[in-house]
């Protein structure tokens, strides 16, 4: 059975960051995995180069946009073949077969009848491209999704009848419970879809950089909405609406996607593709979000990290171990050296590394660097058999889309190896003339590692590659059929010797990221807060434990309202002037109109974060956030028991 694995494409407005590194390596390690097994491998990735959030970027950058975007996916290309990514395909949005096709795909769905001519008028917020109804925005302007401004935008436009597949796509949910793995973030899509699915706008008028109406449309006017062009990448890379060559490939087995874009992937891109009657991917496969040292990444506060700065510094295999084993896959994960280092030395360089010298070294000393098998069974069929039970469970973790759990389950081969070499102190027996014995510890251990080796291979295939190499085996479909399927032992070989794979690391290699701020709109942080926690309630607190220090970053006082006015026009606002016992007092913008009257806070205590960064509201400077609690029943400000001076610290 042939295996089509996906990445989304990348936005060609900046360049590539761990996140994007992230989904890579996951799909990279998918389709090494599938390979190993010798399925046939199809393997797409590229970048998502149209709309208008690049012809901005360009201008920006004092570009012509072919030019930026040719640019920019050069980066992402050159990136991935520095990872040696074993992508089948690199699309790009602006390829004309690409173009075509999706050309090709609006005709059909025209013909369908699932797409009309209207006008629509909404709130189009340019950095996620998408439109927003006023119920959902923050404040009655900003996106709920990046916080960023919306503007109105009125145009003419073609619809896709979403709502017509609303019934089908829930069907297909309930029919298919891997259709969105992991399971856990079914609900949010699914819930989403029983809210109530309103028809897709698919084209737009306000700027040109996009895909063209298709010529029998005969309506120059419009360019095609970018989330329309891009997913239908996923079958024009197969050539879909030039020769199907490669259809054969579709339906998908797992497309992976970061949390922020499952709604286009598991309701948009299913409804498209059933108005194209063609088969839905198997899994959509969605991984969650990292962050650095606890802090959202951006371009704004400077800490995001490139893949190749710590690929630089640590090694790109040791950066894919890492990424993976760190999170359970769907949750959130942060990356901080600390726990790069504590991985790599003692998963790395202790579990695993320190394994291979040893018996590199045993080997020379005892036997000539032969290792031989044949009395491994006589000593250790207990061991044996505890591996072979583990390496037979591996494949449920990865079909599961588990690497974590895989890797985890894989470790514990090399307990059994380091174990076996401490209860049966191979020096002793020799020592002791039991020469087979401690011969047959060692080979146990080298059957240890080389069955690991090959589990390893997709998430590390060069250092397992060195491993195979040492133990005298290639990893390839027939060594995988050998040692692991039909559980044969390694033949006589020649250990050979390797410097240490994985040096131990004692300081950070890397500059530590710098000190980040917090979101500078309070009241967009608070909100959007809000709304994450309410989408992944069942997160457990322990997953996101602070230190105290960081707690201690935030600067919170007791302040006193001395002044108090409703924003005009807006419906939440509240403008204060709160003093905290500094020179003057601080305007503080707050969305509390709606439980508080501006006249009954003033004279009243209230807990300010004081060390937010300056914010505008509306227009009006922001310049801290008040503490408050809300539930069902309304929302109520945080003040302390008893009045005490302004400026008290809290804490
Ligand atoms: O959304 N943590 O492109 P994009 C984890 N072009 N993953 C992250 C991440 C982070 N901090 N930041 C980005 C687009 N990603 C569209 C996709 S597909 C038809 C069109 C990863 O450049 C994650 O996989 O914004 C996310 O889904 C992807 O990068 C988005 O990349």
């Known amino acids: 059975m042939s295996k089509y694995i996906t990445t989304p494409i990348y936005y060609v407005n900046g360049e590539a960051h761990i996140g994007h590194a992230y989904t890579t390596f996951i799909a990279d390690t998918m389709a090494r995995y599938e390979r190993l097994k010798n399925e046939d491998v199809y393997f797409l990735t590229g970048t998502d180069e ?52 999706v050309q090709k795909a609006f005709e059909m769905m025209f013909a369908k009848g699932d797409i009309y001519k209207d006008f629509y008028e909404g709130h189009y917020c340019v950095s996620c491209e998408t439109f927003f109804p006023e119920t959902q925005l923050i404040d009655g302007e900003f996106c709920p999704d990046c916080g960023r401004s919306t503007s109105v935008v009125k145009e003419e436009s073609y619809f896709f009848r979403l709502s017509k597949y609303q019934d089908a796509l829930l069907n297909h949910y309930a029919q ?74 579709w339906p998908a087995s797992v497309q992976f996607v970061g949390k922020d874009i499952l ?55 040791n950066l894919r171990y890492f990424m993976l084993r760190e999170v359970p896959f769907g949750q959130d994960g942060d990356f901080s050296q ?57 494949d449920q973790y990865m079909e599961a889309i588990q690497p974590h759990r895989y890797l985890e389950e894989l470790w514990r081969l090399f307990a059994i190896g380091n174990k076996a070499i401490e209860e049966h102190a191979p020096w002793t027996k020799i020592k002791e003339n039991r020469k087979d014995e401690a011969l047959a510890t060692v080979a146990l251990v080298a059957n240890v590692l080389a069955k690991a080796a090959v589990m390893l291979h997709p998430i590390m295939p060069k250092t397992t590659s060195i491993i195979a190499d040492a133990l005298g085996f290639e990893i390839n479909y027939a060594s995988y059929k050998a040692l692991i399927l039909d559980k044969e032992l390694l033949k006589v070989f020649n250990i050979k010797n390797v410097p240490p794979l994985f040096p131990r690391i004692e300081e950070p290699l890397m500059p530590e990221a710098p000190k980040a701020m917090p979101d500078n709109r309070p009241e967009i942080a608070e909100k959007k807060e809000e709304k994450l926690k309410k989408a992944e309630a069942p997160k457990a607190e322990a997953d996101n434990l602070i230190e105290i220090g960081q707690f201690f970053q935030t600067s919170l006082k007791v302040g006193i309202v001395i002044e108090a006015q409703e924003v005009p026009k807006s419906a939440k606002l509240l403008k204060l002037q709160v003093d905290l016992g500094e020179e003057k007092p601080r305007q503080v913008v707050a969305g509390i109109k709606e439980h508080y009257s501006a006249e009954s806070l003033i004279g009243s205590c209230v807990c300010v974060v004081a060390n937010l960064k300056p914010a505008k509201l509306m227009g009006m400077v922001s310049e801290g956030m008040l503490l408050a609690a809300k539930d069902e029943s309304g929302l109520s400000l945080i003040r302390p028991e008893k009045p005490k001076k302004a400026g008290t610290p809290i804490g």
């Open 50 to 101: 149209h709309g208008q959030k690049i012809e901005e970027s360009a201008k920006k950058n004092g570009k012509p946009t072919q030019q930026f975007a040719d640019e920019i996916s050069a980066t992402f290309k050159n990136l991935w073949d520095e990872f040696e990514i074993s992508y089948s395909q690199f699309i790009r949005t602006t390829d004309e077969d690409h173009k075509k096709g």
């Open 338 to 394: 600390r726990a790069f280092i504590d991985r790599m030395n003692s998963e790395l360089s202790n579990d695993l590394g320190n394994l291979l010298n040893r018996i590199i070294g045993m080997s020379s000393k005892y036997s000539d660097n032969v290792i031989d098998s044949v009395d491994v069974m006589k000593y250790h069929a207990k061991e044996m058999n505890d591996m072979h039970t583990i390496v037979d469970s591996l």
């Open 263 to 317: 709604r286009f992937h598991a309701i948009y891109w299913p409804a498209f593709l059933m108005s194209l009657d063609l088969p839905l991917p198997k899994t959509i496969g969605a991984h969650g979000w990292w962050t650095r040292d606890g802090e959202k990444m951006s371009k704004s506060k400077g800490n995001v990290i490139a893949p190749k700065e710590v690929s630089d510094a640590y090694g790109a295999e």
């Open 176 to 249: 298919n419970p891997d259709f969105i793995l992991p399971k856990s973030r079914a609900n949010e899509v699914i819930n989403f879809v029983k809210g109530g699915l309103k028809d897709l706008s698919v084209t737009r008028t306000s700027f040109s950089w996009g895909v063209k109406m298709p010529a029998s449309m005969n309506d120059d006017k419009h360019v095609m909405y970018v989330w329309l062009d891009a997913l239908l990448n996923y079958v024009t890379a197969l050539g879909y609406g030039k020769d199907d060559a490669k259809m054969n490939y």
